[in-house]
């Protein structure tokens, strides 16, 4: 025994000798090196990337707004600034439907939120994940369903003429918009609310009880305050999405209700770069003001509710009978028909749509895009091309926005000076419409840029990859970073303990342990590139690059089988992805 404690000893002391330790250093000296600026590698290459597909390009729509001629002059700012259309009509406008949206979706979220956070019942997972449904659904499949069913030959008229009542012109209308604006955001309120509300402090509620509040009492003053910044943060970001909307008014409103998005659509269609590029700025400003406070609020609530003892849920149904618990079922029932009419309607119309005529079975709406296929001209939409770039870009997006969106998840979830300034810069792109980003592309990439004496340009097909890729990869964050950050952190210091680098920390331990979430996030990038319209309209070069929510949108308005049936096949293509990202179980923050 005394002579292994005195050889261990000496191997100490051999260790400790001057020359071996100079040896170790030089060994250890570069993994060591490579170890310490990992990160920050990591940070400076995900920085250039963002730099180069969103931060330039949009950079290049703001200087067409204060540049002219080759020279600086701010007159496109100034001319949208000061001119009563733009501000009244354009601006106001904007606003005004934004703002009636927002109440709309706030009304037909919170019950649905109380539902969820408050009631056990069978299905209550699954009805949770479908609050998902703004961030898979593709805007233009909205336009479509809504057509099928409100349009002069939709659904709603075909069932009003049945029993003899006289049919209903509601498109283009104000109400067509805000009921389809609804449609995506309502389930973003639910989301956020519900969040909120599993998260109240049982303990505040108990103790007010105990101090003599009724019910109502501590609802209105326990419960309500803690509900009160979700609640206004949900709206806060249904505003943002709904002021930056373009989709959905392009095709319901029309001329009379469009939006500012459709008016710097419309003046870069007229090469008027100069008054799209004030009028994207104008907007911008608007979206990532209130972003910022989203993000700020979610820091907070990130800070405050961990260690939370929450509500338990109650039964949905219960066996006993009571006057309130009879009143609460007819409410949920009448909620019930209330949601069945604005989300299942809409995509239940555009099925019947794409599948009869006249009330009668037919496949004709799927020949005609067979015969299109076989017969249509160059400049045509054809359908199998549109799924095959549908299918390609989403891939090549998924390729790039996946290994992005891990990276600044990793990032975001780290301790240091300065995160949130990451965190907001990296979330830039959800506050920034795609309008703008597609606007940005066309101009800082596909026009191309001079250096080192020699034009670097990009193909349509490669800013289209770009565009979809800076949509998703937030998404991919928000979805990765929330699992990494409640990891338990004795894991990596064991790694760590044990000689694992960061870097091998992370690969090994860390992504690992959190790979539904990655794989959650890679579903959702490859949702939102399949259903991505908005740049894509600008960068489509033609039918070559034209992909299914494009071809949609061509068809609706001309042909409602068509338009319904590519919505069907797109729909098919969304609802796959959104399988992948309820039954993995990943979770979107926010």
């Keep these: 025994m005394d002579r292994r404690v005195g050889a261990a000893l000496r191997r100490r002391v051999s260790d400790a000798r001057p020359g071996r330790l100079l040896r170790r250093a030089r060994v250890a000296g570069p993994a060591a090196l490579a170890d310490r ?9 995900t920085a250039l990337l963002l730099a180069v597909l969103f931060y330039y390009p949009v950079a290049t729509v703001f200087v067409d707004a204060v540049v002219e001629g080759g020279r600086v002059t701010f007159g496109p700012l100034v001319e949208v600034f000061t001119d009563e259309f733009y501000l009244v009509r354009v601006l106001g406008f904007t606003a005004y439907q934004a703002l009636l949206s927002t109440l709309l979706s706030v009304l037909l979220g919170l019950p649905g939120a109380w ?40 659904t709603l008229n075909a069932a009003l003429s049945a029993v003899g009542l006289p049919e209903l012109d509601l498109l283009p209308s104000l109400g067509a918009v805000l009921v389809a604006h609804a449609f995506y955001n309502a389930p973003l309120v639910t989301r956020v609310v519900a969040a909120a509300w599993e998260s109240v402090d049982a303990g505040a509620v108990e103790t007010a009880r105990s101090l003599g509040a009724s019910r109502r009492r501590a609802f209105r003053d326990v419960v309500v305050p803690q509900l009160l910044p979700a609640l206004l943060t949900g709206a806060a970001l249904t505003f943002v999405f709904t002021f930056a909307t373009f989709a959905i008014p392009l095709a319901l409103g029309g001329s009379q209700y469009a939006t500012i998005e459709v008016f710097i659509y419309s003046a870069r269609r007229q090469l008027e770069y100069g008054r799209a590029a004030s009028l994207a700025a104008l907007e911008t400003g608007v979206s990532l003001s209130l972003m910022a406070l989203y993000l700020r609020y979610e820091r907070a609530q990130a800070a405050e509710r961990r260690g ?126 795609g309008i703008v980003v597609g606007l940005g592309l066309l101009r800082g990439l596909v026009f191309g840029f001079e250096a080192f004496g020699y ?15 800076v949509g998703a990869y937030p998404f991919v964050v928000r ?50 590139s399949i259903g991505e319209f908005d740049a894509t309209v600008i960068l489509a070069e033609g039918g070559g690059t034209y992909t299914m929510p494009v071809a949609v949108e061509r068809f609706i308005g001309r042909r409602l089988g068509p338009a319904t049936a590519m919505g069907t096949v797109l729909l098919a293509v969304t609802a796959a992805s959104f399988v992948v990202i309820e039954r993995v179980g990943g979770e979107f923050r926010g």
Excluded: C
């Excluded at 056990?120 to 099928?148: H, I, K, N, Q």
């Design 308 to 433: 939370v003892r929450t509500l338990a849920r109650r039964s949905l149904w219960p066996d006993s009978w009571s006057r309130e618990r009879a009143a609460r079922r007819l409410a949920i029932t009448g909620y019930a028909v209330v949601v069945a009419l604005v989300f299942v309607a809409p995509l239940a119309s555009m099925l019947y749509a794409s599948v009869s005529v006249d009330g009668r079975f037919t496949l004709d709406a799927y020949r005609f895009l067979l015969e299109r296929q076989a017969t249509g001209a160059a400049f045509q939409v054809k359908p199998f091309p549109a799924i095959v770039n549908s299918l390609l870009f989403g891939a090549a997006a998924l390729a790039v926005a996946l290994p992005l969106g891990v990276a600044m998840g990793v990032l975001t979830t780290r301790r240091f000076r300065g995160r949130w300034l990451v965190d907001a810069l990296s979330m830039a792109p959800l506050a920034v419409s």
């Design 37 to 45: 600026f990992a990160l920050p590698l990591l940070a400076a290459v």
């Design 455 to 469: 034009r670097f340009t990009v193909t349509g097909a490669v800013a289209i990859v770009a565009a979809h890729a």
């Design 479 to 528: 979805t990765v970073a929330p699992p990494l950050d409640r990891l338990d952190r004795a894991l990596v210091e064991s790694a760590r303990a044990l000689g694992a680098s960061r870097a091998r920390t992370v690969l090994d331990v860390e992504l690992p342990l959190v790979w539904p979430g990655v794989v959650a996030g890679a579903a959702f990038a490859f949702a939102i």
């Design 115 to 154: 539902v969820l956070a408050r009631f056990e019942f069978r299905g209550r997972d699954t009805l949770r994940s479908v609050t998902m449904v703004p961030f898979v659904v593709p805007s233009v499949l909205v336009a479509a369903a809504f057509y099928a069913t409100f349009g002069a030959n939709g």
